[in-house]
């Protein structure tokens, strides 16, 4: 059974860093793309980040440049976003994703309307208030 699972959420101070893991299982984690994408209350999805499994290539939102790092480890099959600086509009259900294909990753990314990666983890939240 494929299986994503999203930890490292939790309550932090602006300005704080919290890093998100999300452990893969199921499928074949190297030879896949894999995603950051977040939902706030009352707002569309937003991509956050996407990592290529092919040469290693990461894309940010605008939103996250300079403040948030995807990063990958292929022996714990586990996808990594660190994220500094944080701000009160960064609140939000934080889900990773996963697919065999990049052009689904970055369309996940663009369009927050699109699900055509194939694996989905539940999400964790994270709350960024004083």
């Known amino acids: 059974e494929e299986l994503l699972v999203e930890s490292g959420g939790g309550l932090v101070q602006p300005g704080g860093s919290l890093r998100l893991s999300c452990a893969a299982s199921?499928?074949?984690?190297?030879?896949?793309?894999m995603s950051w994408v977040r939902r706030a209350p009352g707002k569309e999805r937003e991509g956050v980040s996407l990592i290529s499994s092919s040469d290693g290539s990461t894309y940010y939102a605008d939103s996250v440049k300079g403040r948030f790092t995807i990063s990958s480890d292929n022996a714990k099959n586990t996808v990594y976003l660190q994220m500094n600086s944080l701000k009160p509009e960064d609140t939000a259900v934080y889900y990773c994703?996963?697919?065999?294909?990049?052009?689904?990753?970055?369309?996940?990314?663009?369009?927050?309307?699109?699900?055509?990666?194939?694996?989905w983890g539940n999400g964790t939240l994270v709350t960024v208030s004083s």
């Open positions: 199921g499928f074949p984690f190297s030879s896949h793309a």
């Open positions: 994703a996963a697919d065999a294909s990049l052009t689904r990753g970055i369309a996940t990314m663009r369009d927050p309307h699109y699900y055509g990666m194939d694996y």
